[in-house]
């Protein structure tokens, strides 16, 4: 006997992308030990939980210390206080309703968009835009949905949907027939948009096709724009073809906290091979009940603490914050004559590299020329070539501070 692993692993291409940005970032700054650099890759909010948060963290956290208000398992898809405040918030705001049975709490849109696709049949069709949150890639070559990546930087069996600054960032429908479509806006990398009747051309898509689409709105409360969605489910019938994601990450700052959620409406269906029809909803509900504990009582507490008053108010202030930064980038970039796309609705400002210069090349001059670190584009994807990533998650002083360096460069 002998062990035999599962050998879609073996297709995966290790996630050159942050090693490499991180190699050449140290390779820099020992050659230059007094170099400021100034971090403009991060993907990560750099903001401390708000006092709303603490205080009910902590008082929950206390909760946890006495015999009395003791909290041992919880229920596996979150607590029905959560549930409830995501619905009043999140969703009746939008005009939506939902019931607590079809909203999933987790510990994050990264595991629910990765597991997601275990409760669909290995032979579906899947579609992902390009550039991509290598997620939904990566967990669907795991599970052999693929073959191996060709010279181009594409898995053969996956139908990539491009976006660029020709298409406005919009991606054109799938030329081949799918049956899983990935969305994730405001988008990660690309910080663009879709306008409601740009996305309600996807639901048309999934209903008439009877095809799935999985939204990722983890950056929805970036949004800035007034034709722009908060939740796929403002366009009419998305409950018939959507599952969507959020998550506390960006939005309040949960990503070293850990708390998530899916939304899986009762009327979405799917088929057996004998073409009856199934609900979705029960088979993630047996999914996570099955391989997840819920996420812990005082994340939860803190959690619903976000749509306190006080918590809204202290959140917006953070994402002002965000959104500050990104404006400064997006118009400096742009007084200097470069393209940039998102930063509106968005911390992400995808710039289109000048003289038509490859990802990398403009990664090394913002590098050494500016100490500037961004993410290469072609990193996310081959249409992701020729632009760079920037976020606004670095402070005031050091995003003014970039972009007064930047301006100081001559392309
Ligand atoms: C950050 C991010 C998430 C959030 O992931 P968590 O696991 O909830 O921290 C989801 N999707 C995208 C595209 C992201 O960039």
Redesign the pocket.
């Known amino acids: 006997m002998v062990v035999k692993i599962n050998e879609n692993y073996l297709k995966l291409k290790s996630s050159y992308l942050f090693v490499e940005v991180a190699r050449r970032e140290q390779e820099f700054i020992k050659n230059n030990p007094d170099a400021n650099v100034i971090k403009m890759g991060i ?1 990560d909010v750099t903001k401390p939980l708000v006092p709303a948060v603490i205080d009910a963290f902590r008082n929950a956290v206390e909760e946890m210390a006495d015999g009395e208000t003791f909290m041992g398992y919880g229920p596996e898809q979150g607590y029905e206080f959560l549930a409830e405040a995501i619905i009043k918030n999140d969703y009746e705001t939008y005009g939506v309703s939902l019931d607590t049975s079809e909203v999933f709490i987790s510990d ?4 629910d ?1 990765g597991n997601i696709q275990e409760i669909f049949g290995i032979g579906n069709k899947i579609a992902v835009t390009d550039p991509v ?1 290598t ?1 939904y890639v990566d967990t669907n070559v795991m599970a052999g949905r693929t073959g191996e990546m060709g010279e181009d930087g594409m898995y053969e069996g996956l139908t990539y949907l491009k976006c660029n600054a020709e298409n406005g960032f919009v991606p054109e429908l799938p030329d081949e027939p799918v049956d899983i479509i990935y969305l ?1 806006y405001p988008n ?1 990398p690309t910080g663009t948009t879709l306008t409601k009747d740009q996305l309600k051309v996807f639901v048309d898509y999934a209903k008439e096709n009877k095809a799935l689409i999985l939204f ?1 709105a ?2 929805e409360v970036f949004i800035n724009e007034d034709n722009v969605p908060h939740t796929i489910y403002e366009i009419e019938g998305a409950k018939e073809v959507a599952i969507e ?1 959020k ?4 939005t309040a700052g ?2 070293g906290t ?1 708390c ?1 959620y899916t939304v899986v409406p009762k009327e979405l269906k799917g088929f057996t091979e004998d073409g009856e029809e199934v609900e979705i909803n029960p088979l993630w509900n047996r999914r996570q009940t099955t391989k997840f504990n819920g996420v812990s009582y005082p994340v939860q507490r803190a959690a619903e603490a976000v749509y306190s008053p006080d918590g809204k108010k202290q959140i917006m202030e953070v994402v002002d914050y965000y959104m500050e930064n990104a404006k400064i980038i997006r118009e400096s970039l742009t007084d200097m004559g470069l393209e940039v796309y998102g930063g509106v609705s968005s911390p992400y400002i995808w710039v289109k590299t000048p003289n038509n210069m490859d990802s990398w090349d403009f990664f090394d001059i913002l590098l050494n020329d500016a100490n500037v670190v961004g993410t290469p584009g072609s990193g996310f994807g081959p249409s992701g070539e020729g632009y760079l990533r920037l976020t606004a998650f670095n402070t005031l002083e050091n995003t003014l501070e970039a972009m007064d360096r930047i301006s100081k460069l001559e392309f």
Do not use: I, L, Q
């Not at 994050?108 to 595991?111: L, Q, S, V």
């Not at 998550?247 to 960006?250: E, G």
């Open positions: 993907g994050g849109a990264k595991c968009t949150y997620v994730c990660n990722d983890a950056y994601f998550s506390f990450s960006k949960f990503t850990r998530a």
